[in-house]
């Protein structure tokens, strides 16, 4: 296998060794983005504002902010936390506190994902370009070739540019498919976002209103603080 891997980088030329350079970044940036969106920013978010939605109601704040630094690194915390900390202000202020924590945390989120569909690009045109160079080289070496050479000679060439463009397309279908992935994750995360932050933004103005419901508000077994 090993010994294989090796002749065909061997066969493949300078570009094809250009080509690992790209696939080393968009693994790298994979994995980076994967450890990211799946563990570090990812959080149940149904379980998670179900019981901020029920703390607020219990008029807990302080242990609503307390549940959001538990989980530090997520990025849905972080907005709750943002708009739960001017919980007791007006609607102005609590909607511009989680307007801005949600411009602080989506760029994170969004972050370097893009590049992998860069990298398949230039994946397939360095690709190209080596499989254009080895034919190119190919060509010239049979035109000067003694006779009993030229069948080898293009076979070397033919493989070198086979080779390129079959790694060039290698990345491009690799950074391709985990775009597609990370998007989806990131597409998720920010929805997330978006939904529960405006149904706790309306919840911690109608408790500024006395609104809530009077059953909800103090569930059985839990008193109403003062």
Not at 27 to 33: C, F, K, L, N, W
Not at 86 to 99: D, F, S, T, Y
Not at 105 to 132: C, D, F, H, M, Y
Request: charged fraction near 15%.
């Amino acid at each position: 296998m090993l010994a294989e891997l090796a002749r065909f980088y061997k066969e493949g030329g300078p570009l094809i060794l250009v080509n690992s350079v790209t696939w080393i970044i968009a693994i790298a940036i994979t994995i980076d983005r994967v450890i990211a969106l799946m563990f570090r920013f990812n959080i149940n978010a149904n379980a998670f504002m179900a019981q901020v939605q029920k703390l607020v109601m219990a008029n807990n704040i302080d242990r609503a902010i307390k549940l959001c630094n538990a989980a530090p690194a997520a990025a849905l915390p972080k907005v709750v936390k943002a708009g739960l900390t001017r919980a007791n202000k007006g609607a102005v202020e609590i909607q511009n506190a989680m307007e801005e924590a949600t411009l602080e945390v989506v760029p994170e989120i969004q972050k370097r994902t893009a590049s992998l569909w860069t990298i398949a690009n230039l994946a397939t045109l360095i690709g190209l370009v080596g499989t254009i160079m080895g034919l190119i080289a190919c060509f010239r070496a049979v035109g000067m070739a003694a006779p009993d050479q030229k069948a080898r000679i293009l076979a070397e060439g033919i493989s070198e540019a086979m080779n390129n463009t079959a790694y060039g397309l290698a990345i491009a279908i690799f950074c391709m498919i985990f775009h597609l992935i990370l998007t989806n994750f990131t597409k998720k995360i920010i929805e997330e976002i978006d939904q529960y932050s405006v149904k706790l933004e309306n919840l911690l103005i109608a408790r500024n209103r006395g609104a809530l419901p009077a059953q909800q508000a103090a569930p059985s077994g839990e008193q109403r603080p003062a």
